[in-house]
């Protein structure tokens, strides 16, 4: 008995018979004696329909409309999950990210909680409500909504988690775990029993988009343990915790990005402060760079590459663009790579890890682009459409096919 947080992403959730599923594990988890306050995603593709709707009708909206419309996603399931509950005979409420005590900063579509004021919550909890709170959205000192960027409802349960001193934070989805890479686009991915808050974080970020980055940052940073568990079949699933059995495994998994742009300031002045100045303009503008690769200086230029996400390409190559001493230097961009990357702790004692991915690589025809390591991840740039083939042949090279 406790306090259990229990997250259900838009899959979980996608029609009435999934709702109705998803208050069946709900109302058993409450009947054994917990109590649960439960996130929930928008139903099914909601979010992307509901972008698409702001697009036709303009596609530079405010970034404050946009997410005054795509928080509307997770008001619709709120209210069917509570009335799902209500249902199954159990008391339940349901509550937007404001009732909630969402409390964030006002970047909109990418805005980070500040505070979760859990009053509310624990007058509800008191009051033995199963609590239905609508993930991925919070508001900001103007009272206005914001969203908490794509995934963000697993960052919702998390949060919630860490304020509650919840027990137990489970993240139901539509795969039973963490596999060594998708298990969708990679057959014989093996399902992970246990890995660690920086592996997990390593692969968020670098694409696997079964946890979002900023919620596993957050479980590390509030030691929330999270268990990554199938709504559809709700055996044991991947536990992500500070320290994980190693299972004799030198990496952990393989993972894509494919939303990556590749943007060169190719011939620009060979003198210092440049590469401070055009990074420090785009950390400004609130624009992650990924792998940055400088060439050696000659005639007096040189050329900088880097990568950011494809989304804000646009917005990067107009910034640097503006910058004085770009000059006569030709600003290039390509939106046809990817990023593949493979992760784990164990590769830090091992010097052949980059060897075997690069030698996986070259049995494939894969040209690299660009090369970007850290202690725990080897990640390569390479053409778009070479990705899954790179993922499978990677994974192969660590893992067998069996
Ligand atoms: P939800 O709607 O529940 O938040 P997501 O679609 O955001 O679910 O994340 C689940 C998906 O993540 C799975 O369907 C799977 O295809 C994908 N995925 C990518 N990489 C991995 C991985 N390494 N392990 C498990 N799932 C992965
Ligand atoms: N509904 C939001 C999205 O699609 C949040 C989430 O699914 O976590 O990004
Ligand atoms: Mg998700």
Redesign the pocket.
Known sequence: MGLIVQK?????VANAERVMNVAKIVTDTYKQGNDVVVVV?AQGDTTDDLIAKAKEINPAAAKREMDMLMAAGEQISIALLAMAIEKLGCPSISLLGWQAGFQTNSVYSAARIKKVDTTRLKTEIGNRKIVVVAGFQGVNKYDDMTTLGR?G??TSAVAIAAAMHADKCQ?????D?????????VKN?KRLAEITYDEMLE?ATL??????NRSVEMAKKYNVELE?IS?LNPIPGTMVKETAKMEKMLVR?V?KDSDASRISIVGVSDVPGIAYKVFSLLAAKNINVDIILQSIGRDGTKDITFTVNEANADEAVKAIESLPFIGDAKITRDDTVAKVSVVGAGMETHPGTASTMFEALFGQDINIQMISTSEIKISVLIDRKDADKAVAAVHEAFFGND
Not at 171 to 175: A, C, E, L, Q
Not at 177 to 185: H, I, L, N, Q, S
């Open positions: 259900f992403g838009g899959s979980s995603s995934g409802s697993d993240i139901f989805t539509d795969v775990g963490v596999y060594t890479a998708d298990p969708r686009k991915a692969l694409g696997a988009q079964v946890l979002n990554v709504s998994g993972t």
